[in-house]
């Protein structure tokens, strides 16, 4: 039986349907949402134009928040979690967020079609930092924490350096007068939560996201042919360069099973939906 994708996005949970499995969040911000800042360079995640940031419940009853390249995401696997675009930091009464008014104090942007891309990396780095002045769990990134943060993001006119040094100063600035309110946010995910398979199906097409390895191996062993997605850094560039039609898709995103790392005295088991950031950051630490 299929089901509709249900996420958060501009402040309430949304429902979407009948659209095709691999539509990219990008294709639904620009031609369904009308959420046009988030802008399309590269459409391979590659130079970070179309940068938005995903929240998503933790263990811990929290968000965790990351930005992602919306080009090649494909919708269902929005499915649970929050979506933000850089039209969600406008504050109520039209005043800039943090992040936007130390760009524009640091002359961060030149011709600005990269800006709303950086502006939601550092919108990510911010929030995972302490977004009120005061908080006890804030801290300041350091200069290669947030060049480290800003790596996906590429821009022909500024040389980079007003950006760092904007993403330094918008902790600086006073802090949003409309923060996001992290407890609400978790949860109205939490009434989003699926304890088991999510199916979604479109003119044939089929997307499942299992929440176990068991339920993985089910469906992997009834349909071999099943394609697995993960991360999407190279089946979203089959559809967005290639034009290739994917058939049924297997999402391994929501296997909490596969994202674990272990650390132990001679060696680190990295699990096989670990991202390469988060293995990298456990191998750092060593």
């Avoid at 999510?198 to 992997?220: C, M, S």
């Avoid at 596969?258 to 699990?271: C, P, S």
């Amino acid at each position: 039986m299929t089901e509709p994708i249900r996420f958060y996005h501009r402040n309430a949970i949304r429902e979407f349907k009948d659209a095709p499995v691999t539509r990219t969040v990008l294709q639904y911000l620009r031609e369904d949402a009308h959420c046009t800042g988030t802008k399309e360079g590269c459409a391979e995640g590659d130079c970070g134009a179309c940068t938005v940031v995903v929240g998503e419940r933790n263990e811990k009853g929290g968000v965790d928040f990351k930005a992602v390249n919306a080009c090649i995401q494909f919708m269902p696997t929005l499915d649970g979690k929050a979506l933000f675009t850089v039209e969600d930091l406008r504050q109520p009464d039209g005043s800039l967020h943090p992040v936007q008014q130390a760009m524009v104090e640091c002359h961060g942007s030149q011709c600005g079609f990269c800006t709303p891309g950086f502006v939601m990396s550092m919108w990510s780095l911010y929030e995972k930092h302490g977004h009120e002045h005061g908080c006890a769990n804030r801290t300041v990134p350091s200069r290669e924490a947030i060049s480290n943060a800003l790596t996906g993001n590429l821009c022909r006119c500024t040389g980079y350096r007003p950006i760092v040094d904007a993403a330094v100063r918008m902790f600086e600035v006073p802090a949003p007068k409309a923060p996001v309110n992290v407890e609400a946010l978790a949860g109205a995910l939490a009434t989003l939560q699926r304890d088991d398979t999510f199916h979604y199906e479109h003119a044939g097409q089929r997307f499942d996201a299992p929440r176990t390895v068991e339920a993985l191996a089910q469906i992997k062993q009834a349909e071999p042919a099943a394609r697995i997605l993960a991360g999407s850094t190279d089946i979203g560039l089959w559809v967005t360069k290639q034009m290739r039609e994917l058939g049924n898709v297997v999402y391994v995103g929501q296997i909490a099973e596969l994202q674990k790392l272990e650390t132990r005295a001679d060696w680190i088991e990295i699990g096989a939906g670990v991202t390469v950031e988060n293995a990298y950051a456990e191998i750092a630490k060593q």
